[in-house]
């Protein structure tokens, strides 16, 4: 048995030292290579990527987890060796009853509908990209039926957010959409936030030095990571233990855009950069589900990083690295302006309040779709209606409609979107439990002490990496299950006190 | 034979997509890893490395090439299947000749003779490399006895200049040397060259912009590459077609450092550049060999970069962009201080007439140390010995003097030094041949046009990759084999004008 675990850590050695070299390629693409590296570059990919996989799917690896499954029943839960042939066992299942015709079949369709969308959307043609969202459809449905279940949305939530299925998802939205559109409305009702204070154009090099500065106070560690710039900012770890990179942008007189996104992605990074080293070259050493790596960006951009306390010790930094530009301004109005609530039409740019309300439709669409309840000809006047309904406003046209992410027209339909809003829940819930084993993190963070809170993440969550679910760290760590209470409480707490509701 | 041919393409296109790869993690390494990262990239590269050996070496590619070499033969020479079969059949032996064994054996001794002179060279301590040494020898010479030879050194000279032995290449360091003795005795009387304009603090920035500026004018192509900054610099293919990158560093109070290596380097990176489309991932995507690629590097640092003619162009620009850092500066003045001769220690410091002195030196070391004629513990005194009789200089310890080098402690010992002056040699070689064809070259180099050259390099060196021998390339470029007497001939030419000899 020894010897088998040796050989199945020897080929997951070789399958993650290829998967973080493409992971290093992608991001080398994203924000160094030159125009001429294009072409190239999809092969190099292409080829790291089919190795990897022919390697993780390969029969010795199926021999090897099935003599191994039955010693590691015997083993105790908590053993990084159970875990490793308990998780990839999971993910070789998965893996392999997807035949490779239709893995070939989807890489060709993605590329095509992708190509198509990045023309549609400026061009406002939903009807040129209808077609390849009904096969992205038609891909998912055949997806989903190589596995059991209960319901058609099920297999592809589960892809990135296992644990959780459709029911489950439906009520914790169900919750959150009653509580949050009478939110909504009530807080559009009160005069609007004085944002101007936050549009200013500044160096961006000061501004992206601003960020690294506080995501060095928050405990991303930049020996093991560093920031570039990119058009759509993400964390991505290159080489373990650990090489873990965040990427922002700068937007023209907005400091929010590189400020948030990178407190955004430093909230990645550091789950990525906490995991426990014995857990390296192995299918353990990835955050344990979408939703679960989401709570962490979303905990330290928003429920952080908008807090008063914390610009109680920043604010000062940020008028003394950018003289002239802040002097006037109180903490109780940056606060507001950093927290200001509006009906919005673009998900990735809306509020914390109205972020969720975006999220939503799209899941609801897509599980509608899916069962055949709603057609893919009638997705922009849904998409209009249920805008209106929800948020008070309405798309001019499907750009920033129904076009407006690349999700659904790359790859498959379903399971894209429920992880942004289980984040926000899971997060809340995680800064909650946290606070309740140290109060004092409130008055520490206003001191510029995020340790105890970096701390308890690292302790509770990060170091486990994929070792147990999301919903079983969510367990150990927060004494329950999922649930929106806390997230709610943070949201009408934070927002009656800032709209005076 | 098609479904052959086609297998063995697609073969070598899954070898050289992962080389590139690496070849992307290592300038990564070189250049953008942050130190956490340190301990998994050499996972990553043993990966990728060990995996396109295997490709390469298995016994499907040797039956591939068994049964095309015959076709391949009966093809016109120069089409492009036919040297891809001639060339990939002989790297696949050098290759396969190789034991796995050997292979691992080297790579282990490497390392640990690498790192063992990394501390040994700031101490001064060749008596802890001596048995490293003797080991890198015996490693070059068991090398060498997997091939047929007449002289022990010829299978490794042939490693990187394929079509040379050590009968010809020491047949021309003779002639160097028998030139350049007296020649830097003669320069030497002379009274030294003032090269304090070239001492000036100036802003990083600015000479790293200046540097790409000069190369974008020869043809260095920043849309297919780029420039970044690195302890030792290098040129790079990482993606084909064409990514290549070219690296350079900043010495402070000093402009020369940063500036004639991005020349030195953006040499190689046009002959990369260069190569045609058709070659891509195959074995002739490649420069045919390393003095033929030194030949290029030397050619746009020294016998272009340190002409008058391109300073005429050159020099207002920089007054231009450094204010008032050379304004009284001449053109005269400026010529002969980036030509200034030295009697100097350092090999990569040393100007164009000394620098042969110290590579055949070594050469010619090498080759005593193979036969068996020269002894480790004889090697720092025999050191002294010729650094007096050639240069007139000696070094005070080892450190400047035989543990200078990285090469011989960075795995055998044999064949690393002849391509730097077989470089030179071919570089000039190759100017004369462009200024034949086209005389009006330096005429429109002084004007800030390299277009003629470059085109004439282009299509005469680098669009032939390796489908051609570095011989065969220069013989059909310059109607000549390789000689000596361009080189000697511009070299008195220059500096009997810059000393007034």
């Keep these: 048995m020894e010897e088998k675990l040796r050989r199945l850590r020897e080929i997951l050695r070789e399958v993650y030292a290829l998967r973080r070299s493409a992971a290093l390629l992608w991001w080398d693409q994203a924000t160094k290579m030159p125009p001429g590296g294009a072409a190239g570059r999809g092969e190099q990919l292409a080829t790291l990527g089919r190795l990897a996989h022919e390697r993780f799917t390969s029969e010795e690896v199926g021999e090897l987890l099935e003599a191994l499954a039955p010693v590691a ?48 959307r400026p061009e406002n043609d939903f009807v040129a990209v209808a077609p390849y969202l009904e096969r992205s459809l038609e891909l998912g449905r055949e997806l989903a039926g190589f596995y059991e279940h209960e319901h058609i949305a099920d297999p592809l939530i589960a892809e990135s ?52 500065e506080m995501v060095s106070h928050f405990g991303y560690d930049f020996s093991s990571g560093r920031q570039d ?9 290159v080489s373990t233990p650990q090489d873990v990179r965040i990427t922002t942008r700068i937007r023209p007189g907005d400091l929010r855009d590189p400020l948030f996104s990178t407190l955004h992605e430093a909230g990645h990074g550091m789950y990525e950069q906490g995991i426990d080293q014995n857990l390296a070259w192995t299918p353990l050493d990835r955050g344990a589900s979408a939703g679960l790596h989401e709570s962490q960006s979303r905990l330290w951009e928003n429920v952080v990083g908008r807090s008063r ?27 507001r302006a950093i927290n200001k609530v509006e009906r919005s039409l673009i998900r990735t740019d809306a509020d914390e309040v109205t972020y969720n309300l975006h999220v939503i439709l799209r899941f609801d669409f897509e599980v509608a779709m899916l069962e055949g309840d709603l057609e893919v000809r009638d997705l922009p006047e849904a998409w209009r209606g249920r805008m209106r309904e929800d948020l008070g406003i309405e798309p001019p046209d499907d750009r920033d409609g129904v076009l407006q992410d690349a999700h659904w027209y790359d790859g498959i339909v ?60 969510l367990e150990h760590a927060t004494g329950s299950g999922i649930t929106t209470e806390p997230y709610l409480e943070y949201l009408r707490g934070k927002y009656t006190e800032i709209y005076d509701l």
């Design 309 to 335: 306390e914390c610009w109680e010790h920043f604010l000062p930094r940020l008028k003394e690295r950018f003289p002239g530009h802040f002097d006037g301004v109180s903490l109780e109005e940056f606060h």
């Design 229 to 237: 710039l990119t058009a759509h900012p993400f964390a991505v770890k």
């Design 161 to 212: 957010d296992y644990g959780m299925n459709t029911k489950r998802v439906r009520k914790l939205f169900s919750e959150l959409r009653e509580a949050l559109v009478p939110l909504v409305a009530e807080i559009t009702e009160k005069p609007p936030v004085d944002d101007s204070c936050l549009l200013k154009e500044l160096p961006a090099q000061e501004q992206l030095a601003f960020a690294a």
């Design 414 to 473: 379903g399971g894209k979107f429920q992880g942004y809003s289980l984040g926000n829940i899971m997060g809340a819930q995680l800064y909650a439990a946290a606070l309740e084993a140290h109060p004092e993190v409130p008055e520490e963070i206003s001191r510029g002490n995020f340790g105890t809170l970096h701390g308890w993440l690292k302790e509770n969550v990060y170091r486990h990496g994929s070792k147990y679910t999301s919903e079983e760290i």
């Design 73 to 120: 029943k015997e083993m105790p839960y908590d053993s990084d060796e159970a875990a490793l042939i308990r998780v990839t066992k999971r993910l070789y299942e998965r893996e392999t009853r997807k035949p490779a015709e239709f893995v070939a079949r989807l890489a060709r369709h993605t590329s095509e509908s992708y190509a198509v969308w990045r023309r549609a």
